[in-house]
Structures are given as C-alpha cells and as structure tokens.
C-alpha cells in the first residue's frame, strides 16, 4: 500500500496550497483577451468622443478600472470555498429575487426602454439582471445536485426556480439576458440527465414564449425591430437593418489581415451605433481583419474549452454543474453577439466577453472565472 499512501499525501498537500493549482492558462488568456478588449474600445470610441469635445481616453480609463475592480472579485470569488456558497444557495436566490424587483421599483432607472440599472455616484450603473446569472448558477447547480434522482418532479421545481427570475427580467424587459439565463439552464438541465424528450418541449416552449414576448407588446417597437429585422428587412421601420448592413460592411472592410489599429475608415467615422459595447467586433474585423477576428475567437474559445476541462475535473456534482452553467453562459454570449454583428443573429444587446464596454458585464464574467478556478482549486478535495 505504499503507492497508495504516497498519493494520498501528495493530494494532501495539494489541497493545502489550493492558490498554487490555478489555471495558469485560464488566466491568461483571460487577461489577454482583456488587454485586447481595452485596446479595441479605445479604437472604436476615440473618433467619436473627439468630435464630442470629449477626452479620447475616457471609455479606455473606465474599462481598465473595470477589468481592474474584475481581477479583485475574481480573486476574492476564488478565495470562498465554493461549496459555502453552494450551501447558502436558498439565500442567495432570495437576495437575487429581491434585487431584480427593486430594480423595477422607483428606485431602478431606465436605460434604453429597459428598466434595469440602479445610478451610482460617479455616472455607473449597476445591472442586477447581469449578476442574476451568476447567481442563478450556484441556485440551480446547488439544488440540481442535492436530487441525485431527477425525476420529473425535480424538473418542475428547477423550471419554476429558473423561471421567477426569468420573468422579472423579461419584465425590464430585457429578452437578451432571458435568452441567456434560458440558456444556462438547458446547459445545466442537459448535463443533469434530463431526458431528451423534456428538453425538446423546454425548447418548444422557449420558442414559443419568445413569439409571445414579440407579439404581446412586452417589448417597444424598435426592440422587437432590433429583434426581427435580420430576418425580415423590408418590414424595418426604425433603421436597424441600416446599422447592421453598416456592421456588415465594417467587417468585410477589414479583409484577411485588416487596414490596421486606428485605421479602419468605417470605424473612424462611427457609421456602427454602439460599436464599443455590442458591435465592438465590427472594429475588430475592419481593423485586425480575418487574422485578428479569428485570434479573438480562438482566445474565447481556450477560455470555453479551460471551463469545460474544469467541469471534468470537479469533486462534486455542484462543481460540475456550475463549470457548466458557466461555459453555457459564455458560448452564448460569443455565438449571439459575434453572429448578430454578421447578421445572422438578432441584435439583441449581448455584450462580447471580456471585450465589449460595460461595468456589469464585464464584472460578471471575471466573478465566473474565479468561480470556476475555486472548483478547480479544490478538485481534489
């Protein structure tokens, strides 16, 4: 038995130092991609904000404070043993359904039709519906894993967990991160062994509701514009399929190795709306062109393919599930944003990971990376 006691202790030591099992590669292409996201929201806003008479660097200074404040949270993310969290998993759902009704209350404000934002000193805002999915993940993964036998009944009460906060957010409305929490939880559904059979019918109902949402006057008319327009051009009547020929054309504009940093003529004279936050990719590709879009992507996807090694490597069932609720997320997030910018997505205000403008987003995805290096932290424990 020596083999086996050596090994043992080896694992022993291990778990003692859990900071030294980091996953350096995770990391870094977090940070890489990171440092290109502030390097592209500087190119994409610069032009716009001189004629603004406004500092050229204000995006870029706000972004590194953000990437900045995300490296602490994923640090102190990563110093909570995951399984706390798992275990005040019914406390962390209460504080999420509060949060997302106050922010419909008086005390929320409103951004762009949506009623989503609390106003903060110093011109931020905070989206509760963005750190909604980080939460919802630790709830479902919590709860999925305590029902070792998931039977039908199980499935319903996870479908009406997921489905309060769901509801709330479509009240904002805000059907873009409803389109990703949905997603979170056929990911984590999926991994849990549902039958296919169920799933097919969550599918058919999310259609379906998402028809429903289009047609029951939930959403204003240039969002349901902004929702339709890829497929139906003819019947836009708010312009939108103007910026996404523009979105288009950015991109094609950049051609295989791209008319270079700071000099893409699309992007110089801002003819794409929003393209440092959800058409950042058009700079990308008009800049960098097929090399640099193609650099990003396969970044992106060494960060998806690190959280899905994780998920392999969990001690637990939580682990796991959590890893996959994470990588759910964050592929949905590449796949709508990068395809709505080519057209063949709808526009639905998807920020890219890591890359695109914006406080809440960006802090959320650092806090799920530090989620997923805690499990990793600990897979042998």
Request: hydrophobic letters at 50%; glycine letters at 12%; one cysteine or more.
């Amino acid at each position: 038995m020596p083999i086996a006691k050596t090994l043992h202790q080896a694992k022993r030591q291990i778990s003692a130092k859990p900071w030294k099992q980091i996953d350096v590669i995770l990391i870094s292409a977090v940070a890489a991609i990171s440092v290109l996201g502030c390097l592209m929201i500087y190119s994409a806003s610069r032009s716009r904000l001189g004629e603004l008479g406004i500092s050229k660097t204000y995006f870029l200074e706000r972004q590194i404070g953000f990437v900045i404040i995300g490296f602490v949270l994923m640090g102190i993310v990563m110093s909570v043993d995951y399984r706390k969290m798992r275990d005040v998993s019914p406390f962390l759902y209460v504080g999420v359904i509060a949060m997302l009704v106050l922010v419909l209350s008086p005390i929320g404000s409103s951004v762009n039709g949506t009623q989503g934002w609390f106003n903060l000193p110093g011109g931020f805002g905070l989206q509760p519906s963005e750190f909604s999915k980080f939460f919802l993940i630790i709830i479902l993964a919590s709860y999925i894993a305590a029902n070792e036998q998931f039977h039908l009944g199980a499935l319903f009460k996870t479908l009406v967990i997921a489905a309060v906060p769901i509801g709330l957010v479509l009240l904002q409305p805000d059907l873009g991160t409803a389109m990703v929490l949905c997603a979170i939880l056929i990911g984590m559904l999926s991994v849990a062994g549902t039958k296919g059979r169920y799933l097919l019918v969550m599918m058919l109902f999310a259609v379906v509701g998402v028809v429903g949402v289009l047609q029951l006057g939930v959403l204003k008319e240039y969002q349901v514009e902004r929702l339709t327009g890829f497929i139906n051009p003819s019947h836009d009547t708010q312009g939108i399929t103007y910026n996404l020929d523009q979105s288009k054309t950015t991109i094609g504009n950049g051609g295989f190795s791209g008319k270079g940093l700071f000099k893409g003529e699309q992007t110089n004279l801002s003819y794409v709306p929003e393209q440092h936050t959800d058409f950042i990719f058009t700079a990308i590709g008009e800049e960098l062109g097929f090399i640099g879009s193609a650099t990003v992507l396969v970044l992106l996807g060494i960060i998806a393919w690190r959280i899905w090694r994780i998920s392999r490597a969990a001690p637990d069932a939580a682990g796991t599930l959590i890893c996959i609720g994470v990588v759910s997320m964050f592929v949905f997030h590449v796949f709508e944003n990068v395809g709505m910018t080519m057209g063949i997505m709808p526009i639905t205000g998807i920020p890219l990971p890591f890359v695109s403008y914006g406080g809440s987003a960006i802090l959320l995805m650092f806090m799920s990376i530090g989620l997923v290096n805690n499990i990793y932290m600990h897979r042998f424990e």
